[in-house]
């Protein structure tokens, strides 16, 4: 019986397994086997390079390596992609987590950027106030005596957007500055004083009424994103250029947007926080209230 040369019988085996690829239901992807890639779409068959010796010279053959057969193409372009969506998925993940612990950290970059800026303002401003907050400590009986005249001063000094002043809550951990006014792009760079441009003229501090400050809570640094967690006897305080103002929280209320009856005189002078509320609603404000308990003198070097 006569035996086919080896070369013969490479060649059946070539083709046994190019049949093989072809009734394989694989679509647009590519097959390899052995040292040849076939595509059933396309019906095309190409020697690939063998890694020892390359190409097949002129006129010769490369015996496929029947051991080998590897799917491509499309199954490690759908890993890939499948490795993009799960790492996209993974950011967007930690971008949440991170919203709902410290707020929206997109937002909050703009508003530390401004904060820089607003905070050198401020120094401008104690040291133009240097002189009028040099002011003798009030009297026990009359704490804003010495400060009613350059308070109201300072407020027609101010224009709406401008930097007033700085406000501390150790409670809560809060240091920032307050800027004038309540618009959209004045809360985006930090807590907010009610003036007439927002419909609610209040009082600056010194001037015996009711003081009103606004902030939010998820967006823009979150001022008072953690103004649920004072209690009465909490300290705040409002540092203006021309004195720092010390108030003690006595209550909190939670109210409909419409309800300005917080602002109401008692009498005494009074801050008045605000904020949205519940976190990420704005269906109601969470509104805290303190009472004045002591003025001191800002003292600064020309």
């Known amino acids: 019986m006569a035996i086919a040369p080896a070369e013969s019988r490479a060649e059946v085996e070539v083709e046994r397994r190019v049949a093989e690829c072809d009734a394989r239901p694989c679509g647009e992807d590519t097959w390899h086997i052995g040292r040849l890639r076939c595509s059933p779409a396309s019906a095309k068959v190409e020697v690939l390079p063998h890694p020892r010796i390359g190409h097949p010279p002129p006129g010769g053959r490369i015996l496929p390596d029947v051991r080998v057969l590897a799917r491509s193409g499309g199954t490690r372009g759908r890993a890939r992609l499948g490795s993009v969506l799960i790492a996209a998925g993974v950011l967007v993940l930690a971008w949440a987590g991170f919203t ?3 707020g929206d950290p997109v937002t909050a970059v703009y508003t530390w950027y401004a904060q820089r800026g607003l905070s050198r303002d401020v120094d401008r401003l104690e040291q133009r106030w240097a002189r009028a907050a040099s002011l003798p ?25 401008d930097a007033i002043g700085r406000i501390a809550i150790p409670r809560i951990g809060l240091h ?21 441009r927002s419909g609610h003229a209040t009082a600056f501090p010194g001037e015996g ?14 001022p008072f994103r953690h103004l649920d967690e004072l209690h009465a006897d909490n300290r705040i305080e409002l540092r203006m250029p021309y004195g720092t103002f010390v108030y003690r929280v006595i209550g909190h209320r939670t109210v409909l947007p419409t309800d300005w009856g917080i602002l109401r005189p008692r009498g005494f002078e009074e801050l008045v926080l605000s904020a949205c509320t519940p976190i990420y609603s704005a269906s109601h404000r969470l509104v805290v209230f303190a009472r004045l308990i002591g003025v001191a003198s800002t003292t600064r070097a020309a």
């Open 137 to 161: 400590p009030a009297t026990a009986g009359d704490p804003l005596a010495a400060y009613a005249d350059v308070a109201r001063a300072f407020a027609r000094s101010v224009g709406d957007g």
């Open 100 to 102: 709902l612990w410290r």
């Open 209 to 222: 009424g009711v003081v009103a400050i606004a902030g939010h809570r998820t967006t823009f640094l979150a």
């Open 176 to 196: 920032m500055v307050v800027v004038q006014g309540t618009s959209t792009a004045d809360l985006a760079r930090g807590p907010g004083h009610y003036d007439a």
